[in-house]
């Protein structure tokens, strides 16, 4: 298609706007803001270790335990540090919250505040980094709640803990080959290519749909021992493949960054699953509900998928926690919906040793 003819994130926006006559145009210039912090973290990540001389600054940040009890990479600094300084300034939003920050962080002062909360992951699958694996900045909007837009004050951890399906746009850019970002305003999902020879991001993958069926499931197999009894069901059943009641051979994929998982099911169809388990009962999962879950699960569903906790929807999770974290299946809606029907079916007793069973050699 000739580049004429292609849409930029702008002239879509503008479209979209137009479904509401009375929009004031506020979260239009928040997500191109949101866009810019996306390409300017680009340009930075393709660099690589070259990139020190570009930012020398970055040489001189990171190591530190964030939040979320990881070590900080120097890019997650910086990432996190653009998204701030891109979006504090503009008067669009009440406050803003961070993976990498432990609490909300405030719009200054000498800046106007607006009616839009920012939740973000700067930099998901930076330990990818090293060895040049697709990573990516994760990215929600909410509404701040009434109070805040009338007295102005700061905003407040509860202000944050809203439902997934309280975001009114989401999604995600991802720094591979070429750089995307991927977004929903609540209308379906888009693709947008970003073009260096304009700077601008274009409309490449109108409609994105999530096949309903697919062959193809992500897990981290070293976690099987942790497994729930339905998830390992789930699993055994797709590697038992033509000869397994599902009746056809399945392919696994595991690339450890959640962005470029989301964005192989959205290009082709799939299901990802970072389940609850037992590994640390501390945790009842490993992604963030508010940075990651909400937002890709927004995204899915909005393209015709499903998220899910593996028992309930993900977006109709109420968060309990700035930093909550909690299991995540999401993917083709058909194999989604199966492990929630596993999930919800009376566990099956293990098979044991017959050896030792109840009617063994050994009973009396």
Known sequence: ?????????????????????????????????????????????????????????????????????????????????????MNEWNGHLAGMASEEMETPQQIPA???????????????????????????????????????????????????????????????AIYGPVTMLVLTVGNGVAGFTLNHNLGEFVLTHPNIRVPADTSEFAINTSNSRFWEPPVKRYVDECLAGKTGPRGRDFNMRWIASMVAEAHRILMRGGVFMYPRDTKDPAKPGRLRLLYEANPIGFVMEQAGGRASTGRQPVLGVKPSSLHQRIGLVFGSRNEVERIERYHHEPAEREPCNPLFAERSLFRD
């Open 110 to 172: 000498a800046f106007p505040r607006g009616k839009y909360l920012l939740t973000f992951d700067p930099l998901d699958g930076s330990s990818n980094i090293d060895v040049n694996v697709s990573v990516g900045s994760i990215f929600s909007i909410l509404r701040a709640p009434q109070a805040v837009i009338d007295s102005g004050r700061d905003v407040t951890v509860d202000d944050f803990l809203q439902p997934g399906t309280e975001q009114v746009a989401a999604g995600y």
């Open 1 to 85: 298609m000739p580049l004429s003819q292609r849409w930029t994130l702008t002239r879509y926006l503008i479209e979209e706007r137009r479904r509401f006559p009375g929009a004031s145009g506020d979260l239009n210039a928040l997500i191109l803001d949101v866009s810019l912090a996306c390409k300017a973290i680009a340009r930075i990540v393709s660099f690589g270790v070259l990139g020190d001389s570009l930012t020398p600054q970055v040489t001189a940040v990171g190591g530190d335990v964030n939040v979320q009890g990881e070590v900080q990479k120097p890019l997650d600094v910086l990432s996190n540090e653009i998204f701030i300084r």
